[in-house]
């Protein structure tokens, strides 16, 4: 088999093709989460927090000397972290309830089937005792 059919077979199974379509709606999926986070969520908790804009909150370091020697301060964008923060946690649990939901439709296996009984504990003594007698 040539390289070029091996991939063929490769990229034509199912579980790529599927894989492939997850990926594109789970990107898509992100940046609708990200989009409400960012234009609706976030907005109302700056509102309740003094009108204060969530994403532009930021500690700055002053780092001695560093205005005569040309270096910029350092700068810790804690708010962008928290709105990072609520954007997966907002996926993340959409992701939860998605797949609750798949799988509440989703055939339930069959149970396996049991294994042949054998003889009890009891009765493999008996047998063995009986055959000790005879010997």
Same mark, same amino acid.
Do not use: H
């Given at each position: 088999m040539s390289f070029i059919d091996e991939f063929k077979a490769f990229a034509l199974r199912g579980n790529v093709i599927d894989l492939a379509v997850g990926v594109v709606i789970g990107a898509s999926f992100g940046k609708i989460v990200s989009s409400l986070v960012d234009n609706i969520i976030m907005p109302i908790v700056g509102f309740f927090i003094a009108g204060i804009d969530v994403k532009d909150l930021k500690y700055t370091l002053h780092v001695p000397g560093a205005e005569?020697? &040309?270096?910029?301060?350092?700068t810790?964008?804690? &708010?962008?972290f928290v709105q990072t923060l609520v954007d997966f946690t907002i996926i993340a649990f959409?992701?939860?309830?998605m797949i609750k939901l798949l799988t509440r439709f989703m055939p339930k296996p069959a149970p396996a089937p049991e294994a042949p009984k054998g003889p009890?504990? #009891? #009765?493999?003594?008996?047998?063995?005792?009986d055959l000790l007698k005879k010997k």
């Open positions: 005569m020697a &040309g270096l910029p301060d350092v810790i964008a804690y &708010g962008a959409a992701i939860f309830l009890s504990q #009891e #009765e493999l003594l008996t047998q063995i005792r």
